[in-house]
C-alpha cells in the first residue's frame, strides 16, 4: 500500500491510449473477462443494454449470456447471488445502477460479503468486485448522485476503492478483480466520458494512493470526481506562488497512511476534499490520522472542505453541495493564513 | 415414490431421537451456565431430518439459519463446530462448510436464500447436476431477500428448493400476524415454480416431498417451495418466555402429536423397528451426549488474536498496527 511514486509526464510508448473512464472501464472489464473464466458480470440492463453508462458496453455480444448477464430488478438479490456465487467458485462482479441502490443491498454487502471469510475462518471466500457509479455531478434524479465511501470504508472486510482518471480506472479495475477480498469499486460518474491517456501495458502500480502533483507549501488529499478539482484549485494557486501537492487517495479503505503522512510531513499544511458529508465522512478519518501522525509539525488545523450534513440536493442545487474549485481554494487559504493563538 | 428402506428408515428414527435428545441437553446445558444461548428445534425434528436426507452431500449444497440444528446433525456436520456458534466459540459456527456442505449459519433470516441462489446458478453454469437448499421460516419468509431470491430463481429456473419450515411462530409473532394470505407454498405460483405444502410432523412426508423436489431440480426443471408445516414446541430461544404470548392450553393444543412419538409408533406397528433396536439408540444417545457436553466444557480459549484473522486475505497495515496494540493491551 506503500507505492509514493510521482507520475511523470508520459514519454511515446506504443501501449499508451487516449481513452475516456468509460472505455477504460470496458476494456478492463473485457480483459478481465478474458484472462480468467471465472468472472462473471452481471446486473440490471449490463447486458443487452451494456449498462445505462454504457461500461459493460458489447460485452455481452463478446463473451456470451453466461458470461455477463441482466437480472432482475433487486440488489440485495444481485448481491446475494454474488456471495453463492462467490461459494460456488466464481469471480462475480456485479455492478449497482447507481450509488443509492446500494442502500437496499446493504446487508447483502455489510453482513454477508464482508464477512463471509471470517465467518467461515478463511474458508469461504468472496473475490467479489462490485461496481457503483457514484457521486453527483450530472444533474440526476435523486438517489442517483450519492457519496457512499464512508458506509463501506467502515465496515471490516470490504475494500473500497475509487479511481479519478482513465488511467487508474482501468488498472485499479483489474486490481480489485483480482484482489482476493470484496472490492466496492466506486466508479466517478461524472468523469465517465473525460478522456485521458492509459498506459494499459504498465498500471505504474495499482495499490495505495498517488501524488499525482508535486508540491511544498500544503497538500491535498482527494478521490474519485473531486480529485479533478483539487487539481484545478493547486494550479489556480500556482499561478500565485503557493505550490500545492495533491494525494489522490484511490484506496478508501484501507487508507494508505505513509503517503499521506510523508506528504503532509513535507508540506506541514492539509486539506481534504471530499463530496460527502462533512460529518463521519472519510475527511475526518484522512484528518485524524495526520492529526495523530503529523502534530509536532502541522503548522494549521487540518482543514475539510466537503458536502454539507444534507442529503443530496436536486438538480443545479447539487452545485451547493459539492465542493467547488473556489471553495477548495478558499480552505486552501484559510490553512495557509492559520496562526496559533 | 421412492420407499425407504429399512435402514434408512431406521436412520431417519435415530437422527430424530438423537437430535430431540441433544436439543434437550443444550436447553439444559444452557440453564447450567455452559453455553450461552440455544434455538431449541423441539418439534422440528421430523421437518429436518426429513429434508436432510433428501440432501446428496456429494453434489448439493445446504444454506441454513439458525435453527436446522437437526439438519446439521443429519448430515453428519461436526456438531462440536457447529455448536461452536451458540458456545460463542465462532459466530457461524466453526465447522467446516465446504467439507460439510453445509454454510455457516445465519442470524439474519432470509439472507441466506439469495445465496442458495447465487450456488445453484453456479452449478448451471458449471453443467453439474448439485441443488441447493435454502432453508427459510415462516418468519424469513417475509423477508424481501426471500422474495427477490424466489423471483431470481423462478426466471432462471434454477436448481434451488426453498425449504419454508413454517413453526407457525417467528418469536412472538404468530402466523395469523406474520403471512399475509395464509399459505406460504401459495406464493410459488407467483414464481412460476411448484409450491408443495407438507405435514412437517410426518418424516417420511417430507423426506418425499424433499426427493421429488431435489429430483426436478436436478432434472432441470427448476425450483420448488415445500412449505413444511410444522410447532416450535418450545421458545424462541432460551432466553425466550413463550407464556408472554401463548398459553400450555394453546401449545398443546396446536403443536399436535409429538413428530417422534408418531413415527414411533408407525415404525413400531409396520414392523421397521422393534424394542432391541429403540434401546439400542437409547444406549447409544447417553454417551454420545456426554463426549458432546464434556467437549464442549473442554474447549480451549481462542486466543485473543485470533480476532484479526480472516478479515482480509492478508493483515492489511492497519490491522497489523491495531494487533500490536491488542498485543500490548491484552499484557496489561
Known amino acids: 500500500m506503500t507505492d509514493t511514486q510521482v507520475i511523470q509526464p508520459s514519454t511515446a510508448e506504443t501501449s499508451i491510449e487516449l481513452l475516456s473512464v468509460q472505455q477504460a472501464l470496458n476494456r478492463a472489464l473485457a480483459d478481465e473477462l478474458a484472462a480468467d473464466p471465472r468472472v462473471l458480470i452481471f446486473g440490471e440492463d449490463v447486458g443487452t ?25 433487486a440488489e440485495a438479490g444481485i448481491l446475494g447471488t454474488a456471495v453463492g456465487l462467490a461459494i460456488a467458485g466464481f469471480k462475480p462482479v456485479p455492478e449497482v445502477q447507481f450509488d443509492g441502490f446500494s442502500y437496499p443491498a446493504f446487508d447483502q454487502i455489510v453482513s454477508q460479503v464482508a464477512r463471509y471469510r471470517y465467518r467461515s475462518r478463511g474458508r469461504m471466500t468472496m473475490p467479489i468486485t462490485l461496481r457503483v457509479p457514484s457521486y453527483g455531478g450530472i444533474r440526476a434524479p435523486e438517489l442517483h448522485g450519492e457519496s457512499t465511501e464512508t458506509f463501506w470504508a467502515h465496515v471490516a472486510g470490504l475494500k473500497v476503492v475509487s479511481p479519478s ?32 491517456e492509459v498506459d494499459v501495458a504498465n498500471s505504474g502500480g495499482t495499490s495505495g494512493a498517488k ?4 508540491g511544498k507549501h500544503l497538500t491535498i488529499i482527494s478521490w474519485g470526481a473531486m480529485l479533478g478539482r483539487a487539481v484545478q484549485a493547486a494550479e489556480a494557486a500556482a499561478e500565485d506562488g503557493v505550490e500545492i501537492e495533491v494525494v489522490d487517495l484511490r484506496w478508501l479503505s484501507p487508507i494508505d497512511t505513509q503517503t499521506i503522512v ?19 465522512g472519510l475527511g475526518a478519518e484522512v484528518s485524524a490520522r495526520i492529526t495523530e501522525h503529523c502534530f509536532d509539525t502541522l503548522r494549521a488545523p487540518v482543514e475539510r472542505v466537503t458536502g454539507y450534513d444534507v442529503p443530496t440536493p436536486s438538480g443545479p442545487l447539487e452545485d451547493e453541495q459539492i465542493p467547488s474549485v473556489h471553495r477548495i481554494l478558499l480552505g486552501v487559504q484559510k490553512v495557509l493564513e492559520y496562526r496559533r493563538g | 415414490m421412492s420407499e425407504p428402506t429399512r435402514d434408512q428408515e431406521r436412520d431417519l428414527y435415530r437422527k430424530m431421537a438423537k437430535a430431540r435428545a ?22 422440528q425434528e421430523a421437518a429436518q431430518v426429513g429434508m436432510a436426507a433428501a440432501i446428496d452431500q456429494t453434489r448439493d449444497f445446504a444454506f441454513p439459519m439458525y435453527r436446522e440444528m437437526g439438519v446439521a446433525l443429519a448430515l453428519d456436520v461436526d456438531m462440536l463446530g457447529y455448536l461452536g456458534n451458540h458456545n460463542g466459540n465462532w459466530n457461524g459456527g466453526s465447522h467446516d462448510p465446504m467439507r460439510h456442505r453445509f454454510t455457516p449459519i445465519q442470524s439474519v433470516v432470509g439472507s441466506n436464500s439469495p445465496h442458495a441462489v447465487g450456488w445453484a446458478l453456479g452449478q448451471k453454469l458449471d453443467g453439474l447436476d448439485g441443488v441447493a437448499v435454502a432453508f427459510v421460516g415462516d418468519g424469513g419468509s417475509s423477508q424481501g431477500d426471500t422474495h427477490e431470491a424466489m423471483n431470481f430463481a423462478g ?9 419454508v419450515t413454517n413453526n407457525q411462530w417467528a418469536i412472538s409473532v404468530p402466523l395469523s400476524e406474520q403471512v399475509a394470505g395464509g399459505s406460504i407454498a401459495a406464493r410459488a405460483a407467483g414464481y412460476g415454480f411448484p409450491g408443495v405444502e407438507v405435514d412437517g410432523n410426518d418424516v417420511l412426508a417430507v423426506r418425499q416431498a424433499g426427493l421429488d423436489a431435489m429430483a426436478r431440480a436436478r432434472r432441470g426443471e427448476g425450483p420448488t417451495l415445500i ?13 425466550d418466555d413463550p407464556g408472554r404470548y401463548r398459553t400450555l392450553e394453546e401449545e398443546r393444543r396446536d403443536g399436535g402429536e409429538d413428530p417422534i412419538t408418531r413415527y414411533r409408533s408407525s415404525a413400531l406397528e409396520r414392523g421397521v423397528i422393534d424394542e432391541a433396536f429403540l434401546a439400542e439408540v437409547d444406549a447409544e444417545i447417553v454417551p454420545w451426549l456426554e463426549d458432546i457436553r464434556t467437549h464442549l466444557i473442554n474447549l480451549p480459549p481462542r486466543d485473543g488474536s485470533e480476532i484479526f484473522e480472516n478479515v482480509y486475505a492478508e493483515l492489511t497495515s492497519d ?14
Open chain 2, 319 to 332: 490491522l497489523v498496527e491495531q494487533r500490536a496494540a491488542w498485543s500490548e493491551g491484552a499484557q496489561a
Open chain 1, 211 to 214: 501524488i499525482v502533483r508535486p
Open chain 2, 227 to 239: 412449505e413444511a408445516k410444522t410447532y416450535r414446541r418450545g421458545p424462541h430461544a432460551t432466553s
Open chain 1, 165 to 196: 482518471n482513465a488511467h487508474d480506472a482501468y488498472h485499479l479495475l483489474r486490481a480489485a478483480i483480482q484482489d482476493p477480498d470484496p472490492v466496492i469499486f466506486m466508479e466517478p460518474k461524472s468523469r465517465y466520458w473525460q478522456k485521458s
Open chain 1, 262 to 280: 510523508e506528504s503532509v510531513g513535507r508540506t506541514r499544511r492539509a486539506v481534504v476534499v471530499h463530496e460527502a458529508a462533512r460529518t463521519a
Open chain 2, 22 to 43: 441433544l436439543d434437550i441437553e443444550l436447553v439444559r446445558w444452557q440453564r447450567q451456565g455452559i453455553i450461552p444461548a440455544f434455538p431449541p428445534s423441539l418439534g
Open chain 1, 49 to 73: 443494454l451494456g449498462g445505462v453508462f454504457r461500461v459493460t458496453d458489447g460485452l455481452q455480444a463478446r463473451f456470451g449470456k453466461e458470461r455477463v448477464f441482466d437480472t432482475p430488478l
Open chain 2, 155 to 163: 426466471v432462471w429456473n434454477l436448481p434451488v428448493v426453498f425449504f
